[in-house]
Structure formats: C-alpha cells, structure tokens
C-alpha cells in the first residue's frame, strides 16, 4: 500500500525529494490494487514467436528484436537469447548478431547469451544433437573459443563437468565474469562439488538430463541434484526449473527454497498453435506446455511463458506470491550479480518493474520507469 517513487529511470528514496530537494511527484499513477513486483529475468529462453535463436538467418536480429518485443506482455523485462548444442559455424554467425542492450519501448533489454552445450555429456544429452557434441580433451579453454569464435556477449554457458580439464575451464570462464552452470551431464557429487569449488555457481534445469532417482527411490545423492541442496547453505549455488513437475517442484522448493531461478526454456513455438517447430538442429512437437523431439519423449524445452511459470510454481509448491515473484527476478539477478540494478523496488536500482492482479496476471509492464506494455492499451 506504499507509493512507489522514480525519476531518471531508477527508483527513489522519496524522503531526499521531500526533505533535500523540497519536491513532490510531477506525475501520480493510481495503480488500483495492483501488486507492484520486479520484472521478471529469463536466463534461458531458446526462442518464440516463430524465431528460433539457435538457427543462423540473415534476419536473426529482426527476429530477437521480436521475442524481445513479445515477452513484454509476460513481464519478461530483461533476458538472456539462449544457444542450444549446434554447429561452430552457427556460434560463428549468431553470437556477433547478439548485443547486450538496455530494454525500452522496442523490448526487453538483453543480459547477453546464454550457451548450453555443446561441451555436455552424451548420455544425458537430451534434445541436443549428438554430432555436434564437443569435449575439453585437445586443447581445453582454446577448444572452447574456437567453437564459440567470441564470448564478447555471452553471459552464461553451460558445460558438463565430470568432462577432462573441464575445472580449468570453468575457472577461465569465471575469470571473465562468465556464469558457469552444470547440466546435462553424469556427474558425480565429487565431480559437481569440485565444479563449484572451482566458480560454478549455476545448474540448468534441475532435475533434468543428470542423473536419475535410485532404482531403490532415494534422491541422486551422487549427481548435481544433491550437490545443490548439499552446498546450498555453504555455497551460492543456483537451480534452473521450468514448467516441470510439481512434485519435482515442491521438493526443490523445499530443499532451497532462496536458490530456484525460474526459466522458460522457450522455443521457437512459444506463442505459436501446435505443431512441429525447431530448436536448433532438430525438429520438435507440442504437447500442452512441454515440448517434445518429434517422434520421441524426449524433453526439448516448452511453450510456457514466464508469467505462466511463476503461477504454475506458486500453484504446485503453495509458497508465498513473494517467493513466486523473487524466483523470476531477484533469484536471477543473484545469479548474474546484478541484483543491485535488477530484480528488487529497492531505491536506486532501475526501474524495471510490474503491475499484477492477485491472480499473478500482468496487467502492465514498466522499463527505466517507462510504459512499454498494457494489456488495456490492447482492449485486452
């Protein structure tokens, strides 16, 4: 029930307007008992609206300038264009069309990309084509710049770390302030809390694409899985989880309820009717909000958007509106270390924020404290 103060594009602390500057607000806003939160953050989104990030086009700018576009109605403030297993030349071609960039009315501002694969395990593979599939073997940090070609844009990248000199890896990448995340991999606990000790700070989409639940059902407790919640007080050590299983959701929730970053792991689909679409080099069908490669059950990502995510967590965990809400914002803003510029209304960070109703729903969007989507302006 509080008045929410910006100017300049950050948000105020309103008692050095009244008393230093002897101000008052020049526009007031009556907001209607809406919730006032943070934007949300997606560290992993492949795509949507038709536009797939991992396919070299001559349009490939126009095209994240799209999903940029499009994700404003979901809250989606600020993200990072996610890069699924593919080829050299499609790093080569892409990554140099990727520009970090601050949102506004053209969209949500970009972070920098998000690399998963192609140094990943071939077991847990996934969705991610397996002749593309690259290990640290030869030439360990050089092998990895000569498949990317640049990480001038890239924000995070994730790897399997139980592959050879993949520690050392890891460390060059954390040097450079690039986020490394531990997924699709058969790591053991050794293996995944050695990665850590090494800056790793991320894992991508838990429970998925690591090593399974017992035969006798006890949790993973040699994989990534337990490594998370095992480090978790001790270390800074971050989960991905998209529209996924709501068991699978309540105990993560539970187990580290302040390290669940919720992503979308969108594809090309999102936004779209059913069908078959693409993520990266392979072809992959609809199926509600998950989304499968054609022909087969295996995960490739999901048509859900962000606001969906934050309901259906909220929803399968019953967990405060406030916890839903730090999931998508404040919890990726920690991940990325700008949490002192996004993810929280604190004074002075950017005024990147929403209005809901109590349904979680967003009603409108707001960028460096400016307008730039409402469902009312679209007789919505």
Known sequence: ????????????????????????????????????????????????????????????????????????????????????????SVYHQVLPQISIRNGGAHGAGILGAHLEGPFISKEKKGAHPEHCLRTFEAGAFQDLLATYGSLDCV???????????????????????????????????????????????????????MLPVSSQGHLPCTGIAFSAFSLAPHRCVFSSLFYTNPAALRIAHRAHPKGLVLVTDAIAGMGLAPGRHTLGQQVVEIDGLNTYIAGTKTLSGSVATMDTCVRHFQEATGCSVETALEAASLHPAQLLGIEHQKGTLNYDSDADFLMLNDGLYVQATYIAGEEVWRQDALGM
């Open 1 to 88: 029930r509080e008045d929410l103060w910006v100017r300049e594009g950050k948000i105020l602390n309103p008692e050095k307007l009244f008393f230093d500057e002897k101000g008052f607000a020049d526009i007031q806003l009556d907001c209607k008992d809406s919730i006032i939160a943070p934007g949300f953050i997606d560290v992993q989104i492949n795509g949507g609206f038709g536009v797939d990030f991992s396919l070299a086009t001559d349009d490939f700018k126009s095209g994240i300038d799209l999903v940029s576009q499009k994700i404003l109605s979901h809250g989606v403030t600020s993200f990072c264009p996610t890069l699924v297993t593919s080829p050299p």
């Open 155 to 209: 924000r995070i990248v994730t790897l399997a770390p139980e592959m050879k000199r993949s520690s050392e890896v890891i460390q060059e990448l954390t040097n450079r302030g690039i986020c490394v995340s531990l997924g699709h991999s058969v790591a053991n606990l050794s293996q995944a809390e050695e990665a850590v000790q090494h800056g790793a700070t991320f894992i991508t989409h838990l429970f998925n694409a």
